[in-house]
């Protein structure tokens, strides 16, 4: 298994940060959207935008194994 590379681990980073390191930004904060308190819209809307950037990641990632596989066979290539 490869390692990711680093701009991967910081987007995988990024929902991680504003879910649990941002919670003293808007703990002061009272309104409501749709309905709902800010916190929890805040929390929620990061569960979504987390699934976003997995499906970021994956994508990164299967492009460069493929490019990896194709720059492989490429030099196993006799000329």
């Known amino acids: ?3 990711p590379s680093f701009g991967v681990i910081c987007l995988a980073l990024i929902p991680f ?4 390191f941002s919670v003293s930004a808007w703990d002061r904060i ?12 805040w929390l ?4 979504v935008l987390s699934s976003i950037c997995l499906k970021v990641i994956y994508r990164l990632e299967m492009s460069r194994a493929s490019r990896e596989v ?4 490429n030099a196993s290539r006799p000329r």
């Open 30 to 41: 009272y309104p409501t959207i749709f309905g709902l308190p800010f916190n929890l819209f």
């Open 70 to 73: 194709a720059a492989g066979k």
């Open 1 to 3: 298994m490869k390692k």
């Open 17 to 20: 940060v504003a879910m649990c």
């Open 44 to 47: 929620l809307s990061w569960i």
